[in-house]
């Protein structure tokens, strides 16, 4: 018997969104996991800033931290305004921290952030995936199979 799909996170506000992700890599298995922030990177967060094109997450001492992701100065932050690109904890629970660390270390496998997200209570949150890297005939082949869907859009539009 199949496995039901597991329920698709609450986004109410999308902020930044790695749509490359999906085609340089083969996603696996997604996450959500809190993103612990100062006040300023918050607001930053809240007025649409911020970019995670080429952020990663990686693993160290038992936790995991993003990785230049980028979330500018707020403009009317003062003098202890934040620093753009640091490292900036992700909140998940141990168990899943041991899952992703264990396939990042047998099986060679990246984490890679897909988007940077509000839920319904406000928090930031961040769509984590466990993913493997695709080689250059798969991309090829994502790009056929995406340029066949349009076409077949294309003529279902035209003809119906």
């Not at 930044?16 to 993103?35: C, D, H, K, M």
């Not at 300023?40 to 990686?58: F, H, M, N």
């Not at 160290?60 to 931290?65: G, L």
């Not at 790009?143 to 119906?160: A, N, S």
């Amino acid at each position: 018997m199949a496995r039901p799909r597991p329920t698709p996170f609450e986004k109410t506000k999308i902020v930044a969104e790695n749509r490359r992700a999906r085609y340089e890599y083969f996603i696996e298995t997604v996450y959500e996991a809190g993103l612990a922030l100062t006040g300023t990177e918050v607001k930053s967060l809240r007025g649409g800033q911020g970019t995670i094109a080429e952020a990663y997450a990686d693993i160290r001492d038992e936790q995991v931290w993003l990785i230049n992701a980028n979330i500018p100065e707020f403009s009317h932050g003062n003098r202890f305004n934040h620093e753009p690109k640091r490292a900036r904890k992700l909140l998940l629970h141990e168990r899943e921290i041991n899952k992703l660390h264990g396939a990042v270390a047998r099986e060679g496998m990246t984490l890679v952030p897909l988007s940077i997200y509000f839920n319904g209570k406000g928090r930031a949150k961040v769509e984590l995936a466990l993913a493997k890297g695709k080689k250059t005939h798969d991309k090829r082949d994502s790009i056929k199979e995406r340029d066949w869907k349009r076409e077949q859009g294309r003529l279902l539009r035209d003809r119906g």
